[in-house]
Protein backbone atom coordinates (compact mmCIF):
# COMPACT_ATOMS: atom_id res chain seq x y z
CA UNK A 1 0.00 0.00 0.00
CA UNK A 2 1.29 3.84 -0.17
CA UNK A 3 2.77 5.06 2.43
CA UNK A 4 5.82 7.09 3.67
CA UNK A 5 8.06 5.46 6.32
CA UNK A 6 10.27 8.30 7.99
CA UNK A 7 13.76 7.62 10.33
CA UNK A 8 13.88 7.35 13.81
CA UNK A 9 13.76 9.70 16.70
CA UNK A 10 16.84 11.76 17.04
CA UNK A 11 18.77 13.77 20.02
CA UNK A 12 20.26 16.62 19.06
CA UNK A 13 22.68 19.21 20.89
CA UNK A 14 22.20 23.09 20.26
CA UNK A 15 24.09 23.99 16.99
CA UNK A 16 24.26 20.78 15.16
CA UNK A 17 22.19 19.19 12.46
CA UNK A 18 19.59 16.83 11.29
CA UNK A 19 19.05 14.83 8.34
CA UNK A 20 15.32 13.38 8.13
CA UNK A 21 14.53 10.69 5.96
CA UNK A 22 11.72 9.62 4.29
CA UNK A 23 11.01 6.25 2.39
CA UNK A 24 7.82 6.06 -0.26
CA UNK A 25 6.33 3.03 -1.09
CA UNK A 26 3.40 1.54 -3.12
CA UNK A 27 3.44 4.72 -5.92
CA UNK A 28 5.10 6.25 -8.88
CA UNK A 29 7.75 8.34 -6.70
CA UNK A 30 8.50 11.37 -9.30
CA UNK A 31 4.90 11.91 -9.60
CA UNK A 32 4.28 13.31 -6.41
CA UNK A 33 6.05 16.28 -4.48
CA UNK A 34 6.88 15.68 -0.95
CA UNK A 35 6.42 18.77 1.46
CA UNK A 36 7.54 19.17 5.01
CA UNK A 37 5.17 19.90 8.14
CA UNK A 38 7.08 20.40 11.94
CA UNK A 39 4.44 20.11 15.29
CA UNK A 40 6.26 21.42 18.45
CA UNK A 41 4.93 19.66 21.43
CA UNK A 42 1.51 20.83 21.99
CA UNK A 43 1.35 22.98 19.37
CA UNK A 44 -0.12 23.02 15.80
CA UNK A 45 1.23 22.53 12.35
CA UNK A 46 3.72 24.48 10.91
CA UNK A 47 4.48 24.40 6.82
CA UNK A 48 8.25 23.99 6.57
CA UNK A 49 9.07 23.94 2.76
CA UNK A 50 7.91 21.40 -0.76
CA UNK A 51 10.34 19.53 -3.22
CA UNK A 52 9.49 18.27 -6.46
CA UNK A 53 10.34 14.29 -6.48
CA UNK A 54 10.14 15.03 -10.23
CA UNK A 55 12.94 17.68 -10.86
CA UNK A 56 14.02 18.50 -7.04
CA UNK A 57 12.68 22.04 -7.13
CA UNK A 58 12.07 23.25 -3.85
CA UNK A 59 10.07 26.11 -2.06
CA UNK A 60 10.54 27.06 1.54
CA UNK A 61 9.15 28.82 3.76
CA UNK A 62 10.70 31.95 4.62
CA UNK A 63 11.21 31.68 8.59
CA UNK A 64 13.47 28.47 7.67
CA UNK A 65 15.32 29.88 4.50
CA UNK A 66 19.42 29.21 4.98
CA UNK A 67 18.96 27.12 7.47
CA UNK A 68 17.04 23.95 5.94
CA UNK A 69 17.52 21.72 2.81
CA UNK A 70 15.04 19.17 1.26
CA UNK A 71 16.31 17.13 -1.17
CA UNK A 72 15.42 13.18 -2.87
CA UNK A 73 16.66 10.76 -4.21
CA UNK A 74 14.90 9.11 -6.74
CA UNK A 75 16.80 5.78 -7.28
CA UNK A 76 15.69 4.69 -3.73
CA UNK A 77 12.37 6.97 -3.60
CA UNK A 78 13.64 8.88 -0.70
CA UNK A 79 12.96 12.27 0.62
CA UNK A 80 15.58 14.06 3.11
CA UNK A 81 15.09 17.21 5.13
CA UNK A 82 18.44 18.54 6.59
CA UNK A 83 17.87 21.24 9.37
CA UNK A 84 20.93 23.20 10.52
CA UNK A 85 22.07 25.37 13.40
CA UNK A 86 19.55 23.66 15.27
CA UNK A 87 18.19 25.47 18.36
CA UNK A 88 16.06 24.40 21.48
CA UNK A 89 13.36 25.55 19.86
CA UNK A 90 12.99 23.52 16.99
CA UNK A 91 12.54 20.47 19.18
CA UNK A 92 9.44 19.09 17.24
CA UNK A 93 7.37 16.06 15.40
CA UNK A 94 8.65 16.33 11.70
CA UNK A 95 6.46 15.19 9.00
CA UNK A 96 6.83 14.31 5.59
CA UNK A 97 4.06 13.99 3.32
CA UNK A 98 3.12 13.23 -0.18
CA UNK A 99 1.75 16.34 -2.30
CA UNK A 100 0.21 16.01 -5.83
CA UNK A 101 0.06 18.54 -8.28
CA UNK A 102 -2.88 20.96 -7.50
CA UNK A 103 -4.41 18.67 -4.96
CA UNK A 104 -4.27 18.70 -1.15
CA UNK A 105 -1.76 16.59 0.97
CA UNK A 106 -3.15 13.17 1.25
CA UNK A 107 -0.59 10.65 3.16
CA UNK A 108 1.71 11.35 5.75
CA UNK A 109 4.50 9.40 7.88
CA UNK A 110 4.63 8.41 10.94
CA UNK A 111 6.69 11.66 12.00
CA UNK A 112 10.08 11.88 13.66
CA UNK A 113 10.52 13.14 16.80
CA UNK A 114 13.48 15.88 16.96
CA UNK A 115 14.70 16.59 20.58
CA UNK A 116 17.56 19.78 20.86
CA UNK A 117 18.45 19.76 24.26
CA UNK A 118 22.02 20.30 25.82
CA UNK B 1 1.34 34.95 3.43
CA UNK B 2 -2.48 34.02 3.74
CA UNK B 3 -3.56 33.19 7.38
CA UNK B 4 -6.11 31.06 8.67
CA UNK B 5 -7.84 31.81 11.83
CA UNK B 6 -10.00 28.39 13.06
CA UNK B 7 -13.01 29.01 15.53
CA UNK B 8 -13.38 27.68 18.00
CA UNK B 9 -10.62 27.03 20.17
CA UNK B 10 -12.10 24.58 21.62
CA UNK B 11 -15.82 22.55 21.26
CA UNK B 12 -17.28 20.89 23.59
CA UNK B 13 -19.97 18.27 22.28
CA UNK B 14 -21.50 14.91 23.03
CA UNK B 15 -21.84 11.86 20.74
CA UNK B 16 -24.90 12.07 18.54
CA UNK B 17 -24.53 16.11 18.44
CA UNK B 18 -23.87 18.17 14.96
CA UNK B 19 -20.49 19.61 15.25
CA UNK B 20 -19.94 23.14 12.87
CA UNK B 21 -16.09 24.39 12.77
CA UNK B 22 -14.60 27.55 10.82
CA UNK B 23 -12.10 28.65 9.06
CA UNK B 24 -11.33 32.08 7.85
CA UNK B 25 -8.60 32.97 5.61
CA UNK B 26 -6.56 36.65 5.69
CA UNK B 27 -7.29 37.03 1.61
CA UNK B 28 -9.36 35.27 -0.86
CA UNK B 29 -7.98 31.21 -1.33
CA UNK B 30 -8.13 30.61 -4.76
CA UNK B 31 -9.78 27.29 -7.11
CA UNK B 32 -11.23 26.34 -3.16
CA UNK B 33 -7.78 25.20 -2.27
CA UNK B 34 -8.90 24.41 1.34
CA UNK B 35 -8.32 21.01 2.96
CA UNK B 36 -9.12 19.79 6.57
CA UNK B 37 -7.46 17.40 8.45
CA UNK B 38 -8.35 15.30 11.91
CA UNK B 39 -5.27 14.61 14.12
CA UNK B 40 -5.77 12.21 16.97
CA UNK B 41 -3.06 12.22 20.31
CA UNK B 42 -0.03 10.95 18.71
CA UNK B 43 -0.96 10.34 15.42
CA UNK B 44 -0.16 12.05 11.98
CA UNK B 45 -2.55 14.29 10.63
CA UNK B 46 -5.25 12.58 8.48
CA UNK B 47 -6.94 14.08 5.42
CA UNK B 48 -11.10 14.59 5.38
CA UNK B 49 -12.12 17.14 2.95
CA UNK B 50 -10.16 18.55 -0.06
CA UNK B 51 -11.25 21.27 -2.66
CA UNK B 52 -13.31 22.78 -0.08
CA UNK B 53 -15.91 20.12 -0.21
CA UNK B 54 -14.68 17.22 -1.56
CA UNK B 55 -14.24 14.26 0.91
CA UNK B 56 -11.11 12.07 0.79
CA UNK B 57 -10.91 8.34 0.31
CA UNK B 58 -12.52 6.40 3.02
CA UNK B 59 -14.00 9.58 5.03
CA UNK B 60 -17.33 8.83 6.13
CA UNK B 61 -20.23 10.89 4.13
CA UNK B 62 -21.53 12.38 8.34
CA UNK B 63 -17.97 14.60 7.27
CA UNK B 64 -18.91 17.17 4.69
CA UNK B 65 -16.84 20.51 3.83
CA UNK B 66 -18.33 23.79 2.67
CA UNK B 67 -17.47 27.45 1.58
CA UNK B 68 -15.38 29.37 -0.78
CA UNK B 69 -13.28 32.62 -0.95
CA UNK B 70 -12.45 33.16 2.85
CA UNK B 71 -14.50 31.22 4.89
CA UNK B 72 -14.93 27.70 4.83
CA UNK B 73 -17.23 25.09 7.15
CA UNK B 74 -16.55 21.82 8.32
CA UNK B 75 -19.41 19.90 9.57
CA UNK B 76 -19.47 16.53 11.11
CA UNK B 77 -23.45 15.57 10.99
CA UNK B 78 -23.62 13.49 14.33
CA UNK B 79 -20.69 12.45 16.07
CA UNK B 80 -19.26 9.44 16.80
CA UNK B 81 -17.22 8.95 19.55
CA UNK B 82 -13.82 8.28 17.58
CA UNK B 83 -14.32 12.12 15.96
CA UNK B 84 -13.02 13.55 19.18
CA UNK B 85 -9.65 15.18 18.02
CA UNK B 86 -8.01 18.05 16.65
CA UNK B 87 -9.21 19.67 13.15
CA UNK B 88 -6.79 21.85 11.20
CA UNK B 89 -7.77 23.73 7.99
CA UNK B 90 -4.54 24.05 5.46
CA UNK B 91 -4.89 26.46 2.38
CA UNK B 92 -2.58 25.05 -0.86
CA UNK B 93 -3.51 27.65 -2.98
CA UNK B 94 -0.12 30.14 -2.16
CA UNK B 95 3.50 29.62 -0.15
CA UNK B 96 3.58 28.93 2.36
CA UNK B 97 0.79 26.24 2.38
CA UNK B 98 -0.06 27.77 5.95
CA UNK B 99 -2.13 25.84 8.70
CA UNK B 100 -4.94 27.09 10.82
CA UNK B 101 -4.08 26.90 14.23
CA UNK B 102 -6.61 23.97 15.12
CA UNK B 103 -9.83 23.67 16.28
CA UNK B 104 -9.89 20.70 19.29
CA UNK B 105 -13.08 18.93 19.90
CA UNK B 106 -13.96 17.64 23.28
CA UNK B 107 -16.47 15.23 24.48
Known amino acids: QVQLVQSGHEVKKPGASVKVSCKASGYTFTSYGIIWVRQAPGQGLEWMGW????????NYAQKFQGRVTMTTDTSTSAAYMELRSLRSDDTAVYYCARKPTGNAVDIWGQGTMVTVSS | EIVLTQSPGTLSLSPGERATLSCRASQSVSNNYLAWYQQKPGQAPRLLIY???SRATGIPDRFSGSGSGTDFTLTISRLEPEDFAVYYC?????????FGQGTKLEI
Open chain 2, 51 to 53: GAS
Open chain 2, 90 to 98: QQYDSSPQT
Open chain 1, 51 to 58: ISAYNGNT
